[in-house]
């Protein structure tokens, strides 16, 4: 374990009616060898337990902060969450995902003695829901989309994000500094704006690196119901996002990826 005078950790953790599920989350969250964290937890409008399972958490300890706000989509809980955010890190973690116990101590560690890296991440495993609590982890695997993990900046870091986002949002660990320089989530996107922002993070020259350190992965859950379930808004905002892209692409990356772009997409049928 770190420091007590190690750097904080902000963890921001959106929720709309998943408190079913919540206190999974934050449970992996108390079990972090890393101590030195705040987790920011934004109640999107809940009509069900969520207040009550995020304010009996942030009653036993102060390190949870409980916020609630009209509904608006994640991009806007999450930004609403950076802006009481005071850590030199940040941690963005769905209200159904759970993280290693070493994922931050090991990651915090990485960025320190790596100051070119603005963000790191290692794996992203899948769940199913519905399991019971300790078999969550157990019987975790690799998603088929998570196969392409790279490490670098500039131009093959954008081509690569103009295919697919090959980063689950909560695996990242990102320097707030990151943030400051690109700005907020696009409150526009209700789907696809973790990948949105990770291409406007590439344009603005971000460094990515891809560090699979056992201990840091994400377990992601699925099985249930989200916004992703929704084929017309994803052929929607994927058509938005596709448009976004190419309209930011330098003129010499904008004729690489256009063929290339959009075939793939058009036979993964985000579009057309």
Known sequence: MLERTSPLVSIVIPCYNYGRYLNFTLD???TQSYSQWECILIDDGSTDNTKTVATAYAAKDKRFVYLFQNNSGPSDARNNGLSHAVGKYIQFLDADD??????????VNFLEQHEGADLVYGNALFFDTNELPES????AVR???SSLKISGKGGALVKNLCINNFIEISCPLI?????????YFDTGYLIYEDW???FRAALAGAYFAYEPIPGTETYISHGHASLLGNIKKCLKYGIELRSY????????LKLYNLYRMFKLQIKKGFIG
């Open 175 to 183: 320097r707030k500094t990151l943030i400051d320089n690109v700005g």
């Open 196 to 198: 949105q922002y990770w």
């Open 245 to 252: 892209m190419m309209s930011s692409l330098p003129i010499g």
């Open 28 to 30: 992996s969250i108390l």
């Open 143 to 145: 998603g088929k989309y």
């Open 136 to 139: 969550k982890i157990a019987n």
């Open 98 to 107: 759970l993280i290693d116990k070493e994922k931050l101590t090991l990651q």
